[in-house]
């Protein structure tokens, strides 16, 4: 039994990169003999298994055909026969298809070399993705992966070989991507939009002409450039700040990210492809209530205090502050859209949001209540307290 480190973290290492994630692939070997070995299997599609100090992820070498539509449309062999050089050439991009030999404890071995049958060095030291074999275009999940690395990558100055292009464009004209599942597409979205450069995973799908059938209801062609370098959303720990200084959690983090790419949709169109994919609750509603309160927000001065108390009222601000705060980061880091240019420079003033916010947090509604206020009575009397807050917190 031979172990080897390989794929991203082989990658990453040549790239000066921390490396998240450790896989491993284990030629001459039987499922049989890595269980006997205390390795849990946990692959449903094939042989993976989880070391037993370590949890890394180990898989038999294996080698797969295509016989059906789909990211798991194969069959696989992982018999003992299927050597090293037949694994990695099953990978997507030759960056991916890189490995060295470790013991049974994950260690690189004293001399070990990198072993590099698809010229992978060369084409990270050139920054080129460039796809492994002709096969790639069996696996539609590719696309989106290689967008997803794009996002990731972009800053490195990472482009597309213009054969691989190709076949992304092949790809996407066979119809193929309609086979993906909803979650895994969203998987792969999510994780792209975590990235240092979140829109070059779209700019990658364009190029391919792979928004179809996943993301044409958005409208991203007026935010995708006409330049070669994608448009950047801030960095995620400026994001933070907008927060106070606290680093914003993954989920939020994702909010708004998804709602500054979706700004410029309709929101008809903004439901439709929120039905169609997974998304968590705390997504959807970012996207939902920042675009049906975008005007509001972005002209908020302007408006009488009975509309400012009744949008954040259903913002739910009193209970959830941190929705109108997400929608008020995705504004600022979205590129503005014919629907939310004003006219005024400063109209968009996120600071009175946030003081009519405070506001009516102030309010005390057992203080109402120790006034000789009961049922019905109460709630009239708590807006009326609020509006004085707000107008007390806009000068007015």
């Known amino acids: 039994m031979q172990i080897y480190l390989v794929g991203g973290a082989v990658r990453d290492t040549l790239l000066e990169r921390p490396i998240k994630d450790r896989d491993y692939v284990v030629v001459g070997a039987t499922a049989e003999h890595l269980t006997a070995q205390g390795f849990v299997p946990v692959g449903k599609d094939f042989p993976v298994f989880l070391h037993p100090h370590s949890q890394a992820e180990y898989a038999l070498a ?57 010229h992978g060095q060369a084409d990270l030291a050139q920054r080129v993705f460039r796809h492994v074999s002709p096969a790639f275009v069996e696996d539609p999940l590719r696309v989106l992966r290689v967008a997803r690395f794009m996002a990731r990558y972009h800053s ?63 409208c991203l062609a ?23 200084g606290v680093e914003l959690s993954s989920e939020a983090q994702l909010a708004v990210m998804t709602c500054a790419v979706t700004l410029a949709t309709p929101l008809a169109d903004v439901k439709r492809w929120c039905a169609a994919l997974p998304l968590p609750n705390l997504v959807q509603d970012c996207i939902l209530l920042t675009h049906t309160h975008h005007a509001a927000l972005m002209r908020w001065h302007t408006l009488p205090s009975e509309d400012i108390l009744r949008v954040l009222q259903q913002f739910d601000v009193l209970r959830r502050p941190e929705r109108i705060c997400l929608s008020i980061s995705a504004l600022q880091c979205a590129k503005p859209t014919p629907a939310t240019k004003v006219t005024e420079p400063t109209a968009f003033d996120p600071s009175l949001i946030h003081a009519c916010v405070t506001a009516i947090q102030q309010v005390n509604v057992q203080a109402i209540i120790a006034q000789g206020y009961q049922g019905a009575a109460i709630k009239p009397q708590l807006q009326l307290a609020q509006l004085a807050q707000i107008n007390a917190a806009l000068g007015r």
């Open 222 to 244: 007026s935010i995708l450039p006409h330049a070669k370098t994608p448009l950047q959303l801030p960095s995620l720990p400026q994001l933070g700040e907008e927060e106070g």
């Open 62 to 118: 294996r080698v797969e055909r295509k016989t059906g539509s789909g990211y798991g449309g194969f069959s696989f062999c992982t018999d003992t026969h299927v050597t090293l050089e037949e694994d990695l050439s099953r990978r997507d991009l030759t960056i991916n298809a890189m490995a060295i030999e470790v013991d049974e404890h994950g260690n690189v071995l004293p001399n070990a070399a990198i072993i590099d049958p698809y």
């Open 156 to 218: 490195y100055g990472f482009a597309i070989a213009p054969e691989t292009l190709s076949l992304l464009q092949a790809i996407g004209h066979s119809g193929e991507l309609t086979a993906l599942s909803a979650p895994r597409v969203w998987q792969e979205t999510a994780r792209a939009l975590l990235e240092a450069s979140p829109m070059a995973y779209f700019d990658v799908l364009n190029q391919a002409q792979c928004l179809t059938p996943w993301f044409s209801d958005l």
